[in-house]
């Protein structure tokens, strides 16, 4: 079983529409939960980390629910820009740094 | 430009051949990791140094892969004979970590190999 498990997508939305990913870790001692955005060919980038309370960034707003190991983000009203693949993040247990990743999910917004 | 920069951006080598890339930390970054990712996958953990020390190796970095971190600033990653499966985009990411151990990582644009 892969640490970080999300669904690969691809996932095609009409713009302005409503579009969730969901991701799950196994690893129930992980501390910082993170969503990255990786463009075609791109490096990662941070989209934002994911707190217990929940967190909210514009149209983006990211879940964690530690019980479940389950890790979620929300974009409101897409956007043609939007269209990338996102990436779910878990730190390591402990004080290592190391970022572990999932799979990605592709996010494809058309007109 | 004051990000993370890499060196090369594309490689084409032999099965066979030593490679080596380098990776330029934000300045002042204590972190520096090294990561792999293949088509259609997320990046993998190979390594990563604080200051000069390797603090942590993953259990894919065989003994083919080496890494430094000579001075605390750029860090070199070199692969000795290398193989077709070593095809992949190897990323490296700094961060600046403090007493609480929060950091927010930030990559560099990646070298691309292609091992022929």
């Known amino acids: 079983r892969k640490e970080v498990e999300q669904d690969p997508g691809p996932f095609n939305v009409p713009e302005g529409a409503t579009v969730a990913f969901n991701c799950t870790y196994s690893?129930?001692?992980?501390?910082?939960f993170f969503w990255y955005r990786q463009d075609c060919r791109k490096e990662p980038k941070l989209l934002m980390s994911v707190y217990s309370s929940g967190n909210e960034d514009g149209r983006f707003t990211a879940q964690l629910n530690r019980a479940s190991q389950y890790i979620s983000l929300l974009i409101r009203d897409s956007k043609l820009s939007d269209s990338a693949t996102y990436l779910c993040?878990?730190?390591?247990?402990?004080?290592?740094?190391?970022?572990?990743f999932g799979q990605g999910t592709t996010l494809q917004v058309k007109p | 430009d004051t990000g993370v920069s890499q060196d090369p951006r594309h490689k084409i080598t032999k099965r066979g051949q030593n490679v080596t890339f380098r990776c330029d930390p934000i300045?002042?970054?204590?972190?520096l990791y090294w990561y792999r990712q293949t088509l259609g996958q997320g990046p993998e953990f190979l390594t990563y140094?604080?200051?000069?020390?390797?603090?942590?190796k993953s259990r894919l970095l065989s003994d083919r892969f080496s890494a430094e971190r000579p001075k605390g600033s750029f860090s070199t990653l070199e692969i000795q004979r290398t193989e077709q499966g070593d095809s992949a985009m190897y990323l490296c990411?700094?961060?600046?970590?403090?007493?609480?151990?929060?950091?927010?990582?930030?990559f560099g644009p990646g070298t691309r190999l292609l091992v022929l």
């Open positions: 993040v878990v730190r390591g247990s402990g004080n290592t740094g190391k970022l572990i």
């Open positions: 990411a700094s961060s600046l970590v403090g007493a609480d151990l929060q950091e927010t990582q930030y």
């Open positions: 300045s002042e970054h204590n972190r």
């Open positions: 690893n129930s001692a992980s501390q910082s």
């Open positions: 140094f604080q200051n000069e020390a390797q603090l942590e």
